[in-house]
């Protein structure tokens, strides 16, 4: 079992960049594949990105490659996403939650807050 928070979420303007991370407050994060969402005011909740338990495999939608990366650091037990060229429709609220299994069928068992993004146009 793990408890995720995300955090670095705000107001930036088009064109900005912003960081999020995700952190474990209880539990070990190195135990979970861990994935990146977003869910836009009116819309359903979209995979942004996932990456496996080392950090050695990624996957990104496409729609966000070369705009967003995700990283991982077992030791400070935190998975963090750098967004670049932010865009007003990137605005949306970003959640990260974790994978016991790396499937096409994996399913996010544990779920994070949620940080808010906003990008002004």
């Known amino acids: 079992q793990v408890t995720l928070v995300e955090s670095g979420g705000g107001v930036v303007q088009a064109g900005g960049s912003l960081r999020l991370s995700c952190a474990a407050s209880?539990?070990?994060?190195?135990?979970?594949?861990v994935g990146w969402f977003r869910q836009a005011p009116g819309k359903e909740r979209e995979f942004l990105s996932r990456?496996?338990?080392?950090?050695?495999?990624?996957q990104v939608a496409d729609f966000v490659k070369g705009r967003f990366t995700t990283s991982r650091d077992n030791v400070k037990n935190t998975v963090s996403r750098q967004m670049s060229s932010l865009k007003a429709e990137d605005t949306a609220v970003y959640y990260c939650?974790?994978?016991?299994?790396?499937?096409?069928?994996?399913?996010?068992?544990?779920w994070g807050q949620g940080t808010q993004v906003t990008v002004s146009p």
């Open positions: 209880e539990g070990i994060l190195s135990n979970f594949a």
């Open positions: 939650a974790g994978a016991r299994t790396w499937g096409p069928d994996a399913k996010y068992e544990y």
């Open positions: 990456i496996t338990w080392s950090g050695g495999l990624s």
